[in-house]
Structure formats: C-alpha cells, structure tokens
C-alpha cells in the first residue's frame, strides 16, 4: 500500500456539482484544498438530463452565482439553447432555463478547476474517514452540543493507502456511493454513465456513526439522431433576446444562434406495452431497494400512477453540438432494452429510433439530512460538512448551492469565522437546506417555488440585490461586483421614487395616450408610478409621456435609458408593491421567531408539558432556534408555545 501522507487544509470527495462548487469557494478563500474524483473525465458531469435551470432551479443557480459560485459563469459559456419559462405568469415563478452542450460543460468546469490556485484535483477512491476524539476537548472551549462525544475530522484515505491530513472535509459523494445500475434483468455494480462506484466509504462512514439510507433515481435513453422523424414533432425555440445565469456575464456575450429541442407524445400503445411488461421492470419487481423521485417519476411510475392520463410529454433534446446523441427527456426507466425499445417505437417521431444509451435506474448510498447543522457540518463530527445529492436531494442545482454552502462554512470552520446560515426568508437556498435538515425526507428533495413561503421576494431577477453583500462579506465576490451591484440598488431606488413623485394631469394629450393604450381615461392628475400599476400599462409604454426619463437616465449612467436589469426591477417594485410589503411583513414576524434560539446544552426532558413525541424529535434534529423547532414535523404549535415559555423562564432566571 501506498506511504504518501500529505497535509492539506480541506479535502473535498467527489468532483460532481457539488464538489466543484465546495472546492472552489474554499480554495478561493485561501484554503489548501484537494479535490477527490473516481475519474477526472466525470467533473462536473451531467449524466442525466443536460440542462442547467428550470422552474425554482433556475432561482437557485441565481442565488448561487450572486453568493459567488460558479455554475452560473459555466452554463452560460456552454449553454446551447436558452429560455425563461413561466412568462405568462408572475415575475415570483419566471425561472430561466439553458439547455447544455454536456460535454463542454464537464470540459469548461474542469478548466476552472484545474488552473484555481490552491487547489489540486486528484483521481483517487477516497475509502476512509480519518478522525479521532480529542482528550483535551474542554481545553479548546468545545463543551455542550460540541463537547466530548462529538468526534473530530482529521484526514481521509484512499484505496491505494495514501493519507491526506486535513482539518475539514466536504463530502460530495453524489450518485456513486455502492452504487447500481438496473436495466430489466441486467444489473451493474457502477455509478452513473457506467463510471466505477466508490464502494468503501459507505463502512467507514457507518463506524463514525453516520445513518445511511439508499435513493434511486434514473434517466432516459439516449438516441441516434439520424434516425428520428422531426417532422412528427413540435420544435421549441429558444428565446430571441437571452439572459445569462451570471449577474458577471455581460448579456451582449450570449447573444448567439441556437439548437432547438422538439416536444412529442407518448399514447396508449405505449401505455399498454408498460403495463404488459411491469413484472420485468425492476420498481415492480422488488429488485430496487431504494426510494425514487416523486417530482422526476420514471415513465413507468406515470403510467401507473396517472392511469387516466391519456399521453404524457416528451422532449427530445440534444446532448450537445459535437454528438448525434439526443435525450429523451420525460421518459426515463428502468425496463429491459427490448421493452424500451418497444416503447420508445411508439412515440411520433420515434418509429425507428435506434438507442445508443439505455435507460437505465441507478441506486446510490445517502443520508438522512437530519444529521446534518444548518451549516451542513455533521452534529456529531467535528469538521465533516456534506453537500449534494448525499444529503438526499436531486438535481444538479441543488446540489450545487449545498456544495458552495457546505465549502463555504468548511472555509469558515478552519478559518474560525461566523458560519453562513441561511434563512428561508432571503433565499431558495434557504429554503432548500432548512426543508433538508428540519424535515425526514423518506425521497429525493427536490426545490419547487411552491415551497417558499415568500417567493415574490425571493425572485430569480434580485439575487443580487438579495445576496451579494452575503458573498463580498465572505470573500468570493469582488469589490467591483459588489459596488456594481449597489450602484444597481440606487438607481432602481432613484427611479421608483422619481416615478412616484413625477404627476401627469387630465389634459387633452395624456387622455389620447390612455385611449391609445385601451386605458380608462383620467379623472384627475396622478403619478407615474400610478399609471404602471394598470395592467395594460408598463415602463416602456410611458415613455411616451415621461418627459424627464432621458434626462435622469443620462445623469444615472451615462446612457438614454436605464439598463433593462434597472427597467425590470423598477416595475415589479411597483406594480407589485402592496404584495411585497404583505410579504415583509410576513417576514419580519418570521424572524422574530428565527432569532429566538435554543441554547445548544438544553435539556429537553426538563421542560414541563412538552410531549413525548415533541420531546423526542427536538433531541434527534437538535434546532437552533424556536422557527427552526417550529418547522420539524412531531412539533405541534402548543410544543412550541411551551418551549417559548420555558426559554423565557430560563432567561429569566439567568439560565440563558
């Protein structure tokens, strides 16, 4: 066995969404950073569906870029066709969505990895967590919930015995843990893309203690494009004016031609070939031990559970510029090749498809994010942070946001600074990493913008006006990038304010605008703003009559009119300002309750009138506030109520 020992500050294990995100912010941060992968050729690789975005997603890579992450610089270096869905709805739901040329995606990232001070990349089988429990514990002033019992990273090992001291590891363990692939009958003890399975850590991790749980997940077959009927099908577009992921991205950069995808239709012929076949699909079988998706169901999963759907949607996708492989997005599964080919025959456009991949499920070892601290650090290990689809999530955005959270607060451990925790009611990521670890989620998470319970203000289109003081103050956002972004804030401010106090009268030329505009006449002078509350009405429209707009724009920078990112922020301010105003108010009570916290030693048999099952569920999730106490499922609002009076007596009496 090998005799390399080495000493680095952070090891991070998988180079997934995850992992690329955890090892840049705390290479970034100035940390000596190693990063862990089974293959070099699998960074940042996308072995499902090759898009980045999508409805909530697109929110996350958002947040993500405005704290200082990568994936968002990334897509929009790769991206092969753009859109921004939900359009007809509300600004709270639009959410922005890039197909990817996969291969130059796992490309690009590695690039940026690769040429990152402080950090190496590393192909090797991470086997072991190293770790110890200090004597002198009460020395370092590490008493209450991290006192004696809780253990302490020191290092990790790989399969060829080479020891990496370390004093933080990431893990980003992803889809790979013991993992399996199911095809009918044919099973493959490999990770996704038929990668070699990291199949020794799962022991070391259960002898620190840690509760594993096994996932499934699956994806579609891939086909020849040469050999599918176009013509049968509907093409989908991209948008004509693109947005970028990054707030970095100049918008004059992406402006280029793109592919298009095609939508088509399952039937019920191919309903009927499921049915006939689910004895040899291996969900039905009993052969997958572990849970599947809810939001991402397999097209058997569909058939069965929506029986009275007469067709469901599938898009046909293209894995890139430089490949004839297209993805069948909507039909994933885990039948026999004969059947999915049987299948996949009778969808318009497919009659003669030839696959190149098979669908396939893949079932992987995780854990149960209860164990897990806001931070993403492990309650009962000192130094171990986990992120990604090991904490029970799916999707390649989710993953990414708890890798940079998790890399960040490994940087913030070592570095002995103010953890960053997140709140539900300033971010998506937020809300994703309080679902994870307050809730017991028995399937893979996975974020939908029905889950934030303040999501007009949680927009995609302010994630930076909402999270780039975070990522400056942290230290992976520039000084430039910050400054530009409160130059943003003021002139949004500046122009809502001049909207507000600029009044129009009920002359002749302004009522001849109105009934140009299908609008009600006026009957007495009000302000611009006033005017863009109407529906029919909106910022542009008034150019016509705002005849100060140029000038003040000229004074704000520099140019005739204000940036469209300015413009964008300016109407939803007002034209949804009653609802965002409910909504901080809704907040400001939230936070009162967030900012009440649990002493961390509390002991919660001691407090009277509390119930068994409450009493029980509190020392197993260990909340750090009375909202977080609130939000676990077993806790009753009457539990909380008692807490909040023992705290107050434990305040009172100086226990606190």
Request: net charge negative; aromatic share 6%.
């Given at each position: 066995?090998?005799?390399?020992?080495?000493?680095?500050?952070?090891?991070?294990?998988?180079?997934?969404?995850?992992?690329?995100?955890?090892?840049?912010?705390?290479?970034?941060?100035?940390?000596?950073?190693?990063?862990?992968?089974?293959?070099?050729?699998?960074?940042?690789?996308?072995?499902?569906?090759?898009?980045?975005?999508?409805?909530?997603?697109?929110?996350?890579?958002?947040?993500?870029?405005?704290?200082?992450?990568?994936?968002?610089?990334?897509?929009?270096?790769?991206?092969?066709?753009?859109?921004?869905?939900?359009?007809?709805?509300?600004?709270?739901?639009?959410?922005?969505?890039?197909?990817?040329?996969?291969?130059?995606?796992?490309?690009?990232?590695?690039?940026?990895?690769?040429?990152?001070?402080?950090?190496?990349?590393?192909?090797?089988?991470?086997?072991?967590?190293?770790?110890?429990?200090?004597?002198?514990?009460?020395?370092?002033?590490?008493?209450?919930?991290?006192?004696?019992?809780?253990?302490?990273?020191?290092?990790?090992?790989?399969?060829?015995?080479?020891?990496?001291?370390?004093?933080?590891?990431?893990?980003?363990?992803?889809?790979?843990?013991?993992?399996?692939?199911?095809?009918?009958?044919?099973?493959?003890?490999?990770?996704?893309?038929?990668?070699?399975?990291?199949?020794?850590?799962?022991?070391?991790?259960?002898?620190?203690?840690?509760?594993?749980?096994?996932?499934?997940?699956?994806?579609?077959?891939?086909?020849?494009?040469?050999?599918?009927?176009?013509?049968?099908?509907?093409?989908?577009?991209?948008?004509?004016?693109?947005?970028?992921?990054?707030?970095?991205?100049?918008p004059k950069s992406v402006q280029k031609d793109q592919v298009s995808c095609w939508l088509t239709y399952t039937n019920q012929k191919t309903h009927d070939i499921i049915r006939a076949n689910l004895d040899r699909s291996p969900i039905y079988a009993g052969i997958i031990e572990g849970t599947?998706?809810?939001?991402?169901?397999?097209?058997?999963?569909?058939?069965?559970?929506?029986?009275?759907?007469?067709?469901?949607?599938?898009?046909?996708?293209?894995?890139?510029?430089?490949?004839?492989?297209?993805?069948?997005?909507?039909?994933?599964?885990?039948?026999?090749?004969?059947?999915?080919?049987?299948?996949?025959?009778?969808?318009?456009?497919?009659?003669?498809?030839?696959?190149?991949?098979?669908?396939?499920?893949?079932?992987?070892?995780?854990?149960?994010a209860k164990q897990l601290y806001p931070t993403l650090e492990f309650k009962s290990v000192d130094g171990l942070f986990s992120g990604g689809q090991f904490n029970g999530s799916s999707g390649y955005e989710e993953a990414a946001c708890q890798g940079l959270v998790a890399g960040i607060n490994a940087a913030m451990f070592i570095l002995g600074r103010d953890p960053l925790i997140m709140d539900r009611s300033e971010s998506y990521i937020g809300v994703l990493i309080d679902d994870l670890v307050t809730k017991d989620n028995r399937e893979p998470y996975r974020m939908m913008t029905s889950r934030a319970e303040y999501r007009l203000l949680l927009r995609q289109d302010n994630a930076d006006l909402r999270l780039r003081k975070r990522g400056y103050e942290i230290g992976l956002v520039t000084r430039l990038q910050y400054d530009e972004t409160m130059k943003k804030k003021y002139m949004i401010e500046q122009e809502v304010e001049r909207l507000k106090k600029t009044i129009v009268g009920a002359g002749k030329e302004i009522q001849n605008f109105l009934i140009g505009h299908s609008s009600t006449p006026l009957k007495t002078s009000v302000s611009l703003a006033e005017l863009i509350c109407r529906p029919e009405l909106n910022y542009n429209i008034l150019s016509e009559i705002d005849k100060d707009r140029a000038s003040f724009a000229e004074k704000m920078c520099g140019s005739e009119s204000l940036p469209e990112s300015v413009i964008e922020q300016v109407e939803i301010e007002i034209k949804y300002e009653g609802y965002i105003l409910r909504q901080k108010r809704q907040i400001e009570q939230f936070k009162k309750m967030e900012n009440k916290k649990i002493p961390v030693d509390i002991d919660y048999d001691v407090v009277p009138s509390l119930r068994i099952e409450a009493r029980q569920k509190l020392k197993e999730f260990k909340p750090l506030s009375v909202g977080q106490a609130s939000r676990i499922s077993g806790v009753s609002p009457a539990d909380v109520s008692v807490l909040l009076v023992y705290l107050e007596h434990m305040k009172s009496s100086g226990s606190v």
């Open positions: 066995m090998s005799e390399i020992r080495e000493k680095v500050d952070v090891c991070v294990v998988g180079a997934g969404h995850a992992g690329c995100e955890a090892a840049l912010a705390c290479a970034r941060l100035g940390l000596n950073t190693v990063i862990f992968t089974v293959s070099v050729d699998s960074i940042a690789l996308m072995p499902c569906n090759p898009n980045i975005g999508g409805s909530s997603k697109g929110h996350l890579v958002r947040e993500l870029d405005a704290l200082g992450g990568e994936m968002g610089k990334n897509i929009d270096k790769t991206f092969i066709q753009s859109k921004m869905l939900n359009e007809s709805k509300g600004p709270a739901v639009h959410s922005l969505r890039a197909q990817a040329d996969k291969a130059e995606y796992s490309r690009a990232m590695r690039r940026v990895l690769e040429n990152q001070d402080n950090l190496t990349v590393k192909q090797a089988e991470v086997c072991e967590i190293l770790w110890e429990e200090p004597e002198n514990y009460h020395e370092n002033g590490l008493e209450g919930a991290k006192g004696p019992q809780r253990k302490k990273v020191t290092g990790v090992k790989t399969f060829t015995g080479a020891v990496y001291e370390c004093r933080a590891v990431v893990l980003c363990t992803g889809t790979y843990l013991r993992a399996r692939c199911l095809c009918g009958e044919a099973i493959t003890y490999t990770g996704p893309n038929g990668l070699q399975a990291a199949n020794h850590l799962t022991e070391s991790l259960e002898k620190i203690g840690i509760e594993l749980r096994r996932f499934k997940t699956g994806t579609p077959a891939r086909m020849d494009r040469r050999s599918i009927d176009f013509s049968k099908m509907e093409e989908q577009f991209g948008d004509e004016r693109i947005i970028p992921f990054s707030f970095s991205t100049d599947g998706p809810r939001y991402c169901p397999s097209i058997e999963d569909k058939v069965v559970k929506f029986a009275d759907k007469e067709r469901h949607q599938v898009f046909i996708e293209p894995e890139g510029l430089y490949t004839n492989e297209m993805y069948v997005s909507g039909m994933s599964s885990s039948l026999p090749e004969d059947v999915q080919l049987a299948m996949y025959r009778t969808v318009p456009g497919l009659e003669h498809c030839k696959i190149v991949r098979n669908a396939y499920a893949i079932e992987y070892d995780c854990i149960n």
